[in-house]
């Protein structure tokens, strides 16, 4: 099966600009994650979507960041302005219904540097 | 709240060798899975292995063992025969909150370094 999808791979932007990130997860998982993860640390959760409603995004920054998820597929983070602590890498994730017990398969993230 | 601590933030093995990498974890949830991820220098994270924390055995992989510890609240990774394609950055994770889409909580990784 084809993995998930993220573009783009890397990208680089002044602070203020906006900036979007699509994913695409593996076909028939219900459950996407938003984790962005800063240099020597581990993943924080962003934003969780389960088919298309927001089940979690209590660490997401909202007066910057916004993330969408329509039909229940294919999903988009944006940050607009950035700042140059956004510098990270935005990993999205998937699992098939969330179960606790499932692990989750990840994209190969984007590596985001703001100057 | 729940917390993953992985105190060693480097590690170093000969190839062929056997090594650990510690994970402790705090919830007061009895309900709970914990879970292994590789992310080699090319930044996809891999999951490796699960523990739930009603198995009564410690969960296997091929070559990577879970030395799960309840009372303790540990969670090690256990590698055997070392390869050199295990160089990478292993993270712990922790998932509880079974009644909904549960997140999961990461440590800040184990930097593995196999030696030629």
Redesign the interface.
Known sequence: EAGVAQSPRYKIIEKRQSVAFWCNPISGHATLYWYQQILGQGPKLLIQFQNNGVVDDSQLPKDRFSAERLKGVDSTLKIQPAKLEDSAVYLCASSYQGGFFEGYTFGSGTRLTVV | AQK?TQTQPGMFVQEKEAVTLDCTYDTSDP???L?W?KQPS??????LI?Q?SYDQQNATEGRYSLNFQKARKSANLVISASQLGDSAMY?C?M????T??????????TTLTVKP
């Open positions: 993953i309900s709970y899975g879970f991820y090319s930044g996809e994270m891999i999951f699960y739930g993270f994770a998932r509880v909150d079974n909904n889409a549960g997140k999961s909580t990461f440590g800040d990784g």
